[in-house]
């Protein structure tokens, strides 16, 4: 590899999860305290760092494709960095199959990208996928700004190990981020201009420490501690196990103000062999009444999950009972997937493969139900009043956009300013929004 000119400008784009976007914005951050400016838009950067994902498959072949067409204005390739998932999997291969490519950084790596860049300037190639998940916190730049809501990683990895996932490979084992760190890092958020936090983890109710007295301490408890500081208005988390929902988490949701209405617990299926075959760890049944409880404590929680369909062995049966799993909780909203086999993993190895016209089929089926809920939902709150934190400008003058407490996207004529809260009455629904009306002046 020939040595470049140190880059200018940068651009990160991220393909993947949540906390894939919270690395990626954690990379920028990084590169722009080195003194690289984002790119403009449309313009191609010096640096690009392809942020990637490994979840289903055709990423890497994405990964590929995308390598080969970056090209700046003079014809000449910027410098490119493969960082997230695929990386953590695939680096060796990558190394191999793309030239161009000159670092390859895994996701508990990455704040070594500044060293890796020296050496790429120099014209050496570098890969970095060790694992040492904390140290990658402590060596990151604190944050100067943050979006209205921001997202903060609480607990990395996962022990889970459901049959057909390729995280515990590509992020490792389950850690949680010590309790005073995390409490640092909300209120520097919180001071750069976050009113909301999510907190973010592959299993973020398995998260555990130690509070500042040191009492062994669950979410609930990080929880209740970030709910203390007084400008951040609202908490959310994402993505929780059934298996580690606790009794003190279910509770915060009656009694924490701050916590949002919100849940999104995965389910995967509705069938119990099939939920056995994945090694779910719960069955349909245990699902269903975690939920109840939940609806206990908090009886207007909006309730999310994710699905696969398609999985080796899956039967009409074994779908139709995921089909009533849906009618039975009626989701607000819901990601569904078609099983994707991964290697590696233990189910990409069982029998029983499903047709791809049969997973299709499967998958219309899912969505249809899932989005006749989610419309659903969306009706039966028009006419509510309720707080929507103000996020973006909307596409016509006047507009905003902003996230109502069940997190839907709710667009209204305003002068708000971004990060304000605005009283707002709930008068029409689409699919995917509502329509709001302003009614009280917002509060900062
Ligand atoms: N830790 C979270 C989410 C992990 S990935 C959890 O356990 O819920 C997000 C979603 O991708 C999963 O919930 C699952 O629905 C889907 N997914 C994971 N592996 C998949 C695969 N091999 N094929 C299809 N969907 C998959
Ligand atoms: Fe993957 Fe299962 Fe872990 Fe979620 S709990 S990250 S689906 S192995
Ligand atoms: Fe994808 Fe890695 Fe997230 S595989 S879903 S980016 S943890």
């Known amino acids: 590899m020939r040595a470049s000119s140190p880059p200018k400008t940068y651009r990160v784009k991220s393909f993947g999860c949540q906390m894939n976007v919270y690395d990626g914005d954690r990379m920028a951050e990084l590169l722009a305290s080195r003194g690289i400016a984002p790119a403009a838009e449309g313009e191609e950067a010096d640096l690009v760092v392809l942020n990637t994902c490994h979840i289903r498959e055709k990423a890497a072949e994405k990964v590929y494709s995308d390598i080969g067409r970056l090209q700046k204005a003079d014809g000449s390739k910027p410098l490119i960095a493969v960082a ?37 300037v120099a014209g050496e190639r570098a890969t970095d996928t060790d694992m040492p998940p904390i140290a990658k916190f402590a060596a990151l730049p604190a944050r100067r700004r943050a979006p209205p809501s921001a997202f903060l990683t609480v607990q990395e990895g996962c022990d889970k190990f459901c049959t057909y996932c390729v995280v515990p490979y590509t992020r490792g084992a389950e850690i949680s981020r010590p309790f005073n760190d995390l409490v640092a890092e909300a209120e520097k958020l919180v001071e750069a201009g976050a009113r909301e936090i999510t907190l973010l983890g592959q299993n973020v109710n398995a998260w555990s420490g130690e509070d500042a007295k040191g009492r062994a301490i669950g979410l609930d408890g990080l929880i209740r501690e970030l709910a203390k500081l007084p400008n951040l208005a609202r908490i959310r988390y994402t993505t929780s196990h059934p298996m580690d929902v606790t009794d003190g988490l279910i509770a915060a949701h009656g009694e924490v103000d701050k916590l949002m209405p919100f849940l999104h617990l995965p389910v995967q299926s509705g069938s119990d062999p099939i939920l056995k075959a994945m090694n779910r760890s719960h069955d349909a049944e245990g699902y269903l009444r975690l939920l109840e409880r939940f609806r206990e404590a908090r009886p207007d929680i909006a309730l999310s999950g994710d699905f696969i369909v398609g999985f080796p062995g899956e039967t009409e049966a074994d779908f139709e009972a995921t089909m009533q799993l849906v009618d039975a909780v009626g989701y607000a909203q819901a990601f569904s997937f078609k099983y994707s086999a991964r290697p590696g993993t233990p189910a990409a190895s069982m029998d029983g493969a499903i047709a791809p016209e049969v997973m299709d089929e499967r998958l219309q089926r899912l969505q249809a139900a899932l989005n006749r809920d989610q419309l659903a939902f969306n009706q039966a709150s028009v006419g509510k009043r309720c707080a929507v934190l103000v996020e973006r400008k909307g596409k016509k003058p006047g507009q905003m956009l902003g996230k109502s407490p069940w997190l839907q996207s709710v667009w209204f004529e305003s002068d708000a300013a971004l990060g304000e809260i605005a009283e707002v009455e709930l008068v029409e629904a689409g699919p995917n929004s509502l329509a709001g009306r302003v009614l009280a002046p917002v509060s900062a």
């Open 84 to 120: 997230g998932c695929v990386a953590q999997a695939e680096g060796e291969e990558i190394m191999a199959r793309a030239p161009a490519v000159s670092m390859v950084v895994g996701p508990q790596a990455y704040h070594r990208l500044p060293e890796m860049l020296d050496k790429a």
